[in-house]
């Protein structure tokens, strides 16, 4: 219920105020809504995921202090021009939080919002998969291609099959040629994933991983799984 009820609303609002959502006629108030709805909607099912900001973010020890500081760099160099992101570390370190407060503060700070993204890999793989099905649906895999900024969260954690590496290649090259700013998170370090991807062909993890980290920051988020503090 929560779920229609937050995606019909920012899809409302999208509709009603197009790409103007930060215009002065409508107030401070009206854009924090708008973003949170607009943040809302990109991370569903995950409502609880909306409520992530960098204020949020779990900063109290050195890799969180340093996490944050190098993601306002990042964002910072995105005013420029299209670097990428590469935060890696253990489960739970806060990757996927980093990222999302990244996206939110890009979307606060930049009047826009059409042309950012956030997508779980696994979870697009899925969709991907049980879309071959219904003929004529569209393709899950645009919504990791045509945003100009866009979250590809927990790349490494699929299974490595031919399928799901062809498929994760044509994201990334296809991001790459349109130099598109693309923020990943990943449970492996650089060399790991491309291991990890290149169990059967290592070319084939080298050509991905070259790619995501060419223009890339990187971030290590070296710290024990914050879900085990019972953080909410
Ligand atoms: N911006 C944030 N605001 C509030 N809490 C956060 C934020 N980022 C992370 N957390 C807390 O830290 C926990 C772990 O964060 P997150 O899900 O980002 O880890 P992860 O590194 O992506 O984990 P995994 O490797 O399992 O994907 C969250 O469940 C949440 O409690
Ligand atoms: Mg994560």
Redesign the pocket.
């Known amino acids: 219920v929560f779920d229609t009820f937050w995606t019909k609303d920012a899809d409302d609002w999208i509709e009603r105020w197009g790409e103007r959502p930060f215009c002065a006629e409508h107030g401070r108030l009206a854009d924090a809504a708008a973003v949170k709805l607009r943040i809302a909607n990109l991370v569903r099912p995950i409502r609880r995921m909306s409520?992530?900001?960098?204020a949020?973010?779990?900063a109290d020890d050195v890799p969180g202090r340093r996490a944050l500081k190098a993601a306002a760099a990042y964002l910072d160099e995105l005013g420029e021009w299209e670097p990428w992101l590469f935060v890696f570390?253990?489960?739970?370190?806060?990757?996927?939080?980093?990222a999302?407060?990244c996206l939110r503060a890009y979307i606060e700070g930049r009047h826009g919002w059409d042309d950012v993204g956030f997508c779980n890999v696994r979870q697009l793989l899925a969709q991907t998969r049980g879309s071959f099905a219904s003929k004529g649906a569209s393709d899950p895999t645009e919504t990791a291609i045509k945003p100009w900024l866009c979250v590809l969260d927990?790349v490494g954690a699929e299974r490595p099959t031919p399928w799901a590496l062809e498929t994760l290649s044509t994201i990334v090259e296809a991001r790459y040629v349109a130099n598109y700013p693309t923020i990943v998170?990943s449970?492996y370090a650089p060399a790991e994933l491309a291991e990890r991807l290149g169990h059967d062909d290592i070319v084939i993890g080298q050509r991905i991983v070259s790619r995501l980290t060419e223009n890339a920051l990187q971030i290590r988020?070296d710290r024990p799984d914050?879900?085990a503090r019972g953080?909410?």
């Open positions: 409520q992530w900001t960098f949020t973010f779990p570390g253990g489960v739970g370190s806060g990757k996927t939080g980093l999302l407060s927990d998170t449970n988020l914050l879900r953080a909410a």
